[in-house]
């Protein structure tokens, strides 16, 4: 079996595209981590890379050794921690993902009871959208993530428990000359301006497309839902977000919801956290789930009809 460090040496390579930058990422000198490079092809016998004046690209074997070596060095790491924190979280790793609209809230108080509770315990949180946390999940780079779940709960490989489901918002900044015309405000009046917001699911993208008649429903994407509420505390631009994540701006006045026509039009959310099916979580990750799950069940914040 090749030794990992060959493989943490190739990944870092991979990922640098260049020898001297790699080398310094892994603290190497270049032509001990030429000789690493050497050592894993001649190992594995074949070319990983091709060599050139600016750097380096993978082979196709390259690519196809790169992805394996992720995998095993996401596994090696999985089980140091799991290890470590057996029956004690005083060390170890914990690597999560969440969606933009549970990184506004959700999860952060989550991650605040965990790290005042077990404050050596490192913790690595990565916000994408689902599509992108989902594949990490899938090679082992986190052991779950909380996000948006609807588009995720036909996949066998994966354990989806649904959280807390609340109303969908579409909102704007107080001042907004929508919030001062007639009310409730139509999809006519709503499409003349332009409408922000993260990676859509397909069914909500599909609804709006119905309402609107137009198939690029937003005008700004965005999966950094703190750069949303900016854009739209700033300008006339509208966003849409489940009632959690605004219900503090709206209730300080920083932020108003419009009163649509239909209702329905915003959706809801449908939060879950998703691990992998058949694997046990570390004991980091399964206290974290367990905080998350006890914080949405005491904590759950009343939801408010728009307008």
Not at 29 to 57: F, K, M, T
Not at 132 to 138: I, K, S, V
Not at 239 to 267: T, Y
Request: charged fraction near 20%; include cysteine.
């Amino acid at each position: 079996m090749n030794d990992l460090r060959q493989l943490r040496h190739f990944v870092a390579l991979a990922e640098h595209g260049h020898f001297a930058r790699a080398a310094e990422a892994v603290h190497l000198s270049q032509p001990a981590l030429s000789r690493s490079i050497q050592a894993l092809e001649s190992s594995l016998g074949c070319s990983l890379v091709d060599r050139h004046n600016r750097g380096i690209s993978l082979t196709a074997h390259g690519q196809l050794v790169l992805e394996h070596a992720r995998r095993l060095l996401a596994g090696s790491r999985a089980l140091s921690n799991a290890v470590s924190q057996l029956g004690n979280l005083g060390s170890g790793e914990l690597r999560l993902g969440a969606g933009p609209y549970p990184a506004a809230r959700l999860v952060p108080q989550a991650l605040g009871q965990f790290s005042q509770r077990y404050p050596q315990v490192r913790v690595q949180l990565l916000i994408e959208n689902w599509q992108q946390l989902h594949q990490r999940l899938l090679n082992d780079e986190i052991e779950l993530f909380v996000a948006d779940s609807r588009e995720l709960q036909d996949d066998s490989r994966l354990l989806v428990e649904p959280l807390e489901a609340y109303p969908g918002t579409l909102f704007c900044r107080p001042q907004h000359p929508l919030q001062q015309g007639p009310q409730p405000v139509d999809v006519a009046q709503l499409l003349s301006y332009p409408l922000a917001g993260v990676q859509l699911p397909e069914a909500v993208r599909n609804a709006l497309r119905q309402l609107s008649q137009r198939d690029n429903v937003l005008s700004i994407e965005c999966d950094n839902f703190m750069v949303l509420k900016q854009l739209v505390a700033g300008s006339n631009v509208l966003s849409m977000a489940p009632w959690d994540v605004v219900a503090e701006d709206v209730e300080l006045g920083r932020l108003a919801l419009l009163n649509v026509s239909p209702k329905h039009i915003a959706q809801h959310s449908a939060y879950g956290i998703v691990s992998r099916a058949g694997h046990s979580l570390s004991p980091g990750a399964a206290e974290l789930k367990r905080i998350i799950v006890e914080q949405e069940r005491n904590s759950r914040i009343a939801p408010r009809s728009q307008g």
